[in-house]
């Protein structure tokens, strides 16, 4: 079993529509919950960031974590052409020691 | 606030040669962490330092090796490269490293011919 899954995508949506990226981790003990943007060619952006269960909303975009479930999501309200990118879910291990990332979700919006 | 700063941006090297990428963290940042990305792989880990030394290592030959100086810039070493090599070798600078954010600087594309 990986360590950090994600669904590799693409994941298709319209413009407008709300897109959903999931990602589910396997150290019970993990802490600490990151989303990256990266588009093709450049490096990961760190978009944002979760510790506790619950949502966080920052614009657009919210995260949403349970940790009794393993399972943290992205939601990107509103979704552009802009956000066309692949989604990195990142998490750090129960020693916090070290970020662990899954492979990615391709998202595209069409317009 | 100046952001990472990796270099070279690109690099094309022979098989067998060795290679020393740079990064310098965010001013403050006292972690740095290297991955290597591949398309079919996605972000590997390779290592992270703090204050000088390696706290942490992930599952890659000691081919790979790196070091942290004392103003936090780090550098990574690969020798005797080979053609799997090639990848995108991506640093990331966070100002602990252990449940903080850390934000990556553009990488160095790095060709094995």
């Known amino acids: 079993q990986k360590e950090v899954e994600q669904n590799s995508g693409p994941l298709s949506v319209p413009e407008g529509a709300i897109a959903s990226l999931n990602c589910t981790y396997s150290?019970?003990?993990?802490?600490?919950f990151f989303w990256y943007r990266q588009y093709s060619g450049k490096s990961p952006e760190l978009i944002m960031s979760i510790y506790s269960n619950g949502d966080k909303e920052d614009g657009r975009f919210t995260a949403q974590l349970n940790k009794a479930s393993q399972y943290v999501s992205l939601l990107i309200r509103d979704s552009q052409p802009s956000d066309s990118a692949t989604y990195l879910c990142a998490v750090t291990g129960q020693s916090n020691d070290k970020l662990i990332f899954g492979t990615g979700t391709r998202l595209q919006v069409f317009p | 606030k100046a952001g990472v700063t990796q270099t070279p941006r690109y690099l094309i090297k022979t098989r067998g040669q060795q290679v020393t990428l740079s990064c310098s963290p965010i001013s403050g940042h006292r972690s740095v962490s290297w991955y290597q990305q591949t398309p079919g792989q996605g972000l590997q880990f390779l290592f992270e330092y703090f204050s000088e030394t390696q706290r942490n290592k992930g599952n890659f030959p000691g081919r790979f090796s790196g070091r942290q100086f004392s103003n936090s810039r780090s550098e990574m070493n690969v020798s005797t490269l080979e053609l799997g090599d090639s990848a995108l070798y991506l640093c990331a600078s966070s100002s602990t490293g252990r449940d903080t954010e850390a934000f990556f600087g553009q990488g160095t594309r790095l060709t094995v011919v």
């Open positions: 150290d019970r003990g993990s802490q600490s």
